[in-house]
């Protein structure tokens, strides 16, 4: 039965609605940015009188910005590309053999994500600490890759379990190794699930605050997150900054998302049905 018309224009309105409120805490966040500083001092003005980019050069250049994105980037695709390589692994080991306590493990992993970040500071403190790893990217790194993996592991999952496992016994049959079957077969197959679990991972190094927060000291190794947070000043605030610097986070996110968008949402869709 055919959809009346009037429902389909208040759905869309609503839609639209929800959208348009959705969007605009960040549409406010990019206006800001443009601001000049005498914008901010004019009563009543919403809009910028002019796009002023003084803001992203003070940011970029003054603010040390290039150091913290690097720092960021250099901490969000390793963690990305290890928490990746090694969810294809477990995944591929848990569905092809046969693991004594298989769903005991499953669980484990699974329960290690009920612990709330903050209480698991200390731990992380003491542990880096004991291996003098504290202030250094790599000891954060590693942080990162710890409570990210296992989520990682349970996304890939779901669309493992769902793969056509003929296609690897009949490569195997051909005479193709584990490594070429995987490496040939299955990760073209399972790109979607991929997909998502290395979007997820590197949105959750990017965005994370609290660890680098604690485990960074020296300036120079500061994360992006870090580097915003820093311009906010005890009794005053750069808001022209501090906007430039959150449009600028934003951007590698958006233009990751815009290149695996499609094979994002398959994944997920995917990754929530478990075989």
Same mark, same amino acid.
């Given at each position: ?53 003084? #803001? ?36 591929y080991g848990f569905c092809r053999f046969k693991i004594i306590g298989k769903n005991f493990i499953l ?54 379990? #769902? ?42 190094a990017w965005d994370e605050f609290m660890y680098a #927060?604690?485990?960074? #000291? ?58």
């Amino acid at each position: 039965m055919k959809e009346p018309a009037a429902l389909r224009v208040v759905k869309f309105s609503v839609i639209t609605v929800i959208a348009l409120f959705c969007a605009l805490p960040f549409v406010w966040v990019v206006i800001t940015a443009f601001k000049s500083p005498q914008d901010f001092f004019t009563a009543g003005r919403i809009l910028p009188s002019s796009f002023y980019f003084g #803001n992203f050069k003070d940011v970029w250049v003054n603010a040390r910005f290039f150091k913290y994105f690097l720092n960021s980037a250099f901490l969000s695709t390793g963690t990305t590309a290890v928490c990746v390589v090694l969810s294809i692994m477990a995944c591929y080991g848990f569905c092809r053999f046969k693991i004594i306590g298989k769903n005991f493990i499953l669980l484990a992993i699974l329960f290690t994500q009920m612990f709330p970040s903050v209480l698991l500071a200390l731990p992380y403190y003491r542990t880096l600490q004991s291996v003098k790893l504290i202030d250094t990217l790599l000891g954060l790194g590693i942080t990162y890759t710890s409570f990210t993996l296992p989520f990682c592991i349970w996304t890939m999952m779901g669309y493992f379990n #769902n793969l056509p496992w003929e296609l690897a016994e009949a490569a195997a049959i051909d005479g193709c190794t584990r490594f070429q079957t995987v490496y040939k077969i299955i990760i073209p197959i399972a790109a979607p699930g991929i997909a998502a679990t290395g979007l997820y991972a590197f949105i959750k190094a990017w965005d994370e605050f609290m660890y680098a #927060n604690i485990f960074i #000291n020296t300036t120079s190794k500061r994360t992006l997150q870090i580097g915003i947070h820093s311009l906010i000043g005890e009794y005053t605030t750069d808001w022209g900054m501090l906007m430039a610097g959150a449009v600028i986070s934003c951007i590698p996110v958006i233009i990751l998302f815009s290149f695996i968008q499609k094979n994002l949402v398959q994944g997920l869709a995917a990754g929530s049905v478990k075989g």
